[in-house]
């Protein structure tokens, strides 16, 4: 398998994830370390995979609702044999979001090791 097609399905998993609110499916794409961050609120919003995990373990998910999927890669940069980069673009309700993820590889596997996002509210 190539390192592109790699990144790739660990970002089906990580979108997959999300639609279902899915923690054990985002734990597969996302390091143990990985941070979660956002300067859309104020203070800037940081958190732990523990802290993000709970917080989508609670939420309803799209797929509960029946929401059309917006998963969108955008692009996948390689930065060597074990960085690489994705912008990628997804929904959850009435909300888009633009995320930047950072990968590495560890140990042979592709993993988010951070995420940094921006959110919009769509427009109905």
Known sequence: MSEFAAVTGVLETYFDGLYHADTERLAMAF??????????????????????????????????????????????????????????????????????LTFVRTDGAWRIMAKVFQMTERET
């Open 31 to 100: 390091h143990p370390k990985a941070i979660y961050a956002t300067a859309d609120e104020t203070p800037l919003l940081h958190r732990t995979m523990d802290e993000y995990f709970q917080v989508v373990a609670k939420r309803e998910s799209p797929a509960s609702r029946a929401e059309p999927r917006r998963d969108v890669i955008e692009a996948i940069d390689f930065a060597g044999e074990n960085t690489a980069f994705a912008r990628v673009r997804c929904s959850i309700g009435a909300r888009d979001f633009t995320d930047f």
